[in-house]
């Protein structure tokens, strides 16, 4: 399974909503806190671009030496239409300051120096090792997954619900799955969100053979799963 650090650093670094919550931002609109670009450096700091007079950039620049607390939190949702649809959130937080120089005109670049993170995601809740966190790599599946789990829920329905054979004594009787969604995708596996006849969900764990690295990775252990649905 990936760990807590890598699951939180494909987070930042994932397309999922993230605000920024800092001291002095409180009457700020919600949209004035969602920055516009974020990347982590090389030592594991996290670059927040913002519009050169957004509320944080006020206040980072109004805090000047002193260390101005911030939290950055993110909240992933599931792009297929699943019941509830929060996959995960994660809590970046640490100390603001400005990174002028770095941005275009207009525009103003905040470093957020990392000192505890937090997730609590599909996979559980747990404390994240700030240099963890710098060392982790987010997952090489993350800028796809939103097209390939759209993909798969709108073009091969017949594959996925094909893979309640593989789930044992829910694949039969009373309580029988009636429908599945994919839900999540990284390099170990697939993970889907079922439905029973008695309207009941659970999520179910598909693994892959071994990692994937790239897309015709993915193609190749996607076809491995289906393969052996059909024949389950």
């Known amino acids: ?6 699951r939180t650093r494909t987070l930042v670094q ?6 920024l919550i800092v001291p002095g931002a409180e009457g700020a609109r919600p949209d ?3 920055p516009h670009a974020r990347t982590v450096g090389t030592d594991g700091e996290v670059f927040l671009l913002f519009l050169a007079d957004a509320p944080p950039v006020r206040a980072a620049t109004h805090a000047q030496d002193d260390e101005l607390p911030a939290v950055l939190e993110l909240t992933d949702v599931a792009p297929v239409a699943v019941p509830n649809r929060i996959r995960g959130r994660a809590w970046v937080s640490g100390w603001l300051t400005c990174a002028p120089g770095i941005a275009a005109p207009g525009l103003m670049m905040l470093r957020l120096e990392v000192g505890e993170v937090y997730v609590d995601d599909l996979w559980g809740d ?4 700030p240099e963890e966190f710098t060392h982790a790599r987010p997952d090489p599946l993350a800028a796809y997954e939103t097209d390939l789990l759209q993909h798969l829920a709108a073009a091969h329905d017949d594959h996925l619900q094909a893979l309640s054979s593989l789930l044992g ?3 039969d009787g009373p309580s029988a799955v009636r429908r599945v969604v994919p839900l999540a995708l990284d390099r170990f596996g697939l993970r889907v969100r079922c439905r029973d006849a008695a309207g009941r969900s659970f ?9 994937v690295r790239d897309v015709p990775g993915l193609r190749r252990a996607m076809h491995t799963l289906f393969e052996a649905a059909a024949h389950g």
Not at 1 to 6: D, H, L, Q, Y
Not at 14 to 19: N, R, Y
Not at 203 to 211: I, L, N, Q, V, Y
Request: glycine residues 0%; contains cysteine.
């Open 14 to 19: 994932s397309t999922c909503s993230a605000v």
């Open 126 to 129: 747990a404390a994240v090792d």
């Open 169 to 171: 004594h829910r694949a």
């Open 1 to 6: 399974m990936p760990s807590a650090a890598e």
């Open 203 to 211: 999520d179910a764990r598909f693994d892959f053979p071994e990692p």
């Open 32 to 34: 004035q806190l969602v």
